[in-house]
């Protein structure tokens, strides 16, 4: 299978400009932390738990797009049909999964905020969450798609041999 370098390039460009918007997330959030502390003091205490949730989903998404920007490069090579391709598409999975936990966690979250203010509602952000979630959902239905006919491929190989 000859791959065009071009849109393999592309995509690697796409990753990578990605995970430099991740990291610049990852270097501003304790200052939107710190200065959303000084506007609101009486909900400080939440800001632990949301940037344990940040940081996490972070973390996901970056070890994602670095087993993305791998499985690039294995198709690269033309060795998209191996067992190391079959390892990514599993880890970027069990990421994806992470990722929905952790933001069902900020919803959660979200939720006893709303109800320790009194006032506020949550239900803008929590929208965006529940599309972030349907998102991640369909990332995942494509790479679990991915990666059974993967297996099976790999499955059968030994035998033809």
């Avoid at 959030?29 to 940081?55: G, K, M, S």
Wanted: net charge positive; charged share 15%; glycine share 4%.
């Amino acid at each position: 299978m000859i791959v065009k370098h071009g849109s393999t390039t592309f995509l690697k460009v796409i990753i990578f400009l990605t995970g430099i918007a991740v990291l610049a997330l990852c270097v501003w959030l304790p200052e939107i932390a710190i200065r959303d502390a000084r506007v609101h003091p009486d909900t400080a205490f939440f800001l632990i738990p949301f940037l344990l949730c940040a940081y996490g989903f972070c973390i996901a998404f970056s070890v994602a797009l670095y087993q993305a920007y791998k499985l690039l490069t294995y198709i690269e090579k033309n060795n998209a049909f191996s067992e190391l391709s079959l390892k990514s598409l599993k880890i970027i999975k069990k990421c994806a999964f992470t990722v929905i936990f952790l933001i069902l966690l900020g919803i959660v979250s979200l939720r006893v905020l709303a109800k320790v203010t009194g006032g506020d509602d949550a239900a803008g952000p929590i929208s965006l969450c529940l599309m972030g979630i349907l998102a991640t959902s369909i990332i995942t239905a494509i790479v679990d798609a991915l990666q059974k006919p993967l297996k099976n491929i790999l499955e059968l190989k030994p035998e033809n041999d």
